[in-house]
């Protein structure tokens, strides 16, 4: 990839830190125990320490932003990045907003506001679904970002049909998801079928593709 462009790089910057400040302004009243985790009804079934609660996800925020730095100069393919730099800086930006995003959520749970964390959630995974699977096609061959299996890693043809395929699923998928997670049902088993199945037949039709090419 090109240099680091640092203006670029700004808006992901102060993402990353607005975190670590919320977490401290907010420090002092926060409750011993931070609720880090729910069932798919919406109750509070994991906690976490004050002080680890209340940095999980500043610290993963942190941590993806060095490895979204790094990722593309340890890929053998590295010269790809240069094909869809743009769609690599989009993802960036779905990850961290999708982090601090739930990062406020456990924030305002801790502070005693109601939230329903089951329809945030699903609500926020079906939109990244759909906002990823939306650009899935643009992604190049390469060996960290997008649907890896030892099938599109073999073959470029194979990488650019699954890829084409998994941008249909997630975008479609993704907006069904959107529009349940506004209705008053149970989302537990639609979450599987909606989200979970589009993640896997791009994976059993990347095998069935590169078996067909091979037999050609």
């Keep these: 990839m090109k240099k680091i462009n640092f203006k670029r790089e700004i808006p992901l910057i102060v993402i990353v830190i607005a975190a670590f400040l919320i977490s ?3 420090y002092p009243i926060l409750p011993e125990k931070v609720p880090t985790h729910w069932n798919f ?3 509070i079934d994991g906690y976490s320490g004050k002080l680890s609660g209340s940095l999980i996800m500043p610290i993963t925020n942190l941590i993806m932003y060095i490895l979204f ?3 593309p100069a340890l890929d053998p393919k590295k010269n790809n990045y240069k094909l869809f730099e743009s769609t690599y800086i989009y993802f960036r930006y779905l990850f961290h907003i999708f982090f601090f995003a739930m990062h406020i959520m456990i924030i305002a749970a801790s502070l005693g ?3 329903n964390t089951t329809r945030l959630v699903f609500f926020g995974i079906s939109l990244l679904f759909m906002l990823m699977g939306n650009v899935m096609g643009r992604v190049k061959h390469n060996y960290f970002v997008g649907i890896k299996t030892p099938w599109t890693l073999a ?3 194979v990488w650019k049909k699954t890829h084409r395929l998994a941008a249909l699923l997630w975008t479609a998928g993704g907006l069904i998801g959107i529009i349940l ?5 149970n989302l537990g088993l639609l979450f599987v079928i909606i989200l979970i199945l589009p993640s896997i037949i791009p994976l059993v039709y990347s095998y069935i593709i590169y078996k067909r090419l091979i037999k050609e």
Aim: aromatic fraction near 20%; glycine fraction near 4%.
């Design 69 to 71: 730095i790094f990722l």
């Design 113 to 115: 506001y109601i939230v």
């Design 155 to 157: 073959s470029e043809e």
């Design 41 to 43: 009804k919406g109750e």
């Design 181 to 185: 997670s506004l209705l008053n049902i």
């Design 24 to 26: 401290m302004y907010f």
